[in-house]
């Protein structure tokens, strides 16, 4: 069975500071992870995903991700957060054998202070 | 090109009554899934559904069903509503393979009274 764990509830920075939001995930085959963020009263938006490759991958809004297989993490980072970056953000895996199911984490609100 | 549209926005019922959320896939997605949004549970899977099959099920009762049409829009039914039932209910689409992300829609909020 897949699943992701979130292992912060919420994340604080202030704005201009780096940001990390972490995220664990465990497969029995090979992952395909993504980060998706929803901002209140919108549907879930996709960020980024890593499928094969580089470890660092590029999405949106200026985020990444790095994909740990010894650690199984693919925690999201952006250099340099912005108040409008506050949101509920959610790590997600598929097995890339069975391509429908997804499974969410519980997710992460970040907030950003001016 | 237009997102992933769902309807009605909201909808409310009463305990024991059935309820029906319709969504609409990107114009060339032939997977549709269903997720429950309960407050403080996250994102908890429902169903897949591809090319008019459902393809996989989360661990929710039997009362929870849906179908897919030739047009891959699709529809979530849920029968004898309970109030724990009461959630937002989101759809998403894709393009086939698990390498695609999947696109959201804004959602049904379904209140049981």
């Known amino acids: 069975a897949q699943s992701v764990a979130q292992p912060e509830d919420q994340v604080n920075v202030a704005e201009g500071n780096p940001l990390t939001v972490k995220c664990t995930y465990s497969?029995?085959?090979?992952?395909?992870l993504f980060w998706y963020v929803q901002y209140p009263n919108r549907g879930l938006q996709f960020l980024l995903k890593?499928?094969?490759?580089?470890?660092l991958v590029k999405g949106s809004y200026g985020f990444e991700a790095e994909f740990n297989k010894s650690q199984t993490s693919f925690h999201l980072k952006k250099p340099s957060a912005l108040v409008s970056d506050s949101a509920l953000y959610f790590c997600?895996?598929?097995?890339?054998?069975?391509?429908?199911?997804?499974?969410f984490g519980d997710g992460t609100t970040l907030t950003v202070k001016p | 090109e237009a997102g992933v549209t769902q309807s009605p926005t909201h909808l409310i019922k009463t305990r024991g009554q059935q309820a029906t959320l319709r969504c609409s896939p990107i114009?060339?997605?032939?997977?549709v899934y269903w997720y429950q949004q309960a407050l403080g549970l996250g994102l908890q899977f429902l169903l897949w559904?591809?090319?008019?099959?459902?393809?996989n099920r989360g661990n929710f009762p039997p009362r929870f069903s849906g179908r897919q049409f030739p047009n891959y829009s699709s529809e979530l039914n849920v029968n004898a509503l309970e109030l724990e039932d009461s959630a937002l209910y989101l759809c998403?689409?894709?393009?086939?393979?698990?390498?695609?992300?999947?696109?959201f829609g804004p959602g049904t909020r379904l209140t049981v009274l």
């Open positions: 998403a689409s894709s393009g086939w393979g698990s390498y695609n992300e999947q696109f």
């Open positions: 497969v029995s085959g090979n992952p395909y």
């Open positions: 890593y499928i094969t490759g580089d470890n």
């Open positions: 997600a895996v598929k097995e890339g054998t069975n391509a429908g199911k997804s499974t």
């Open positions: 114009s060339g997605h032939t997977s």
């Open positions: 559904y591809d090319e008019g099959e459902e393809r």
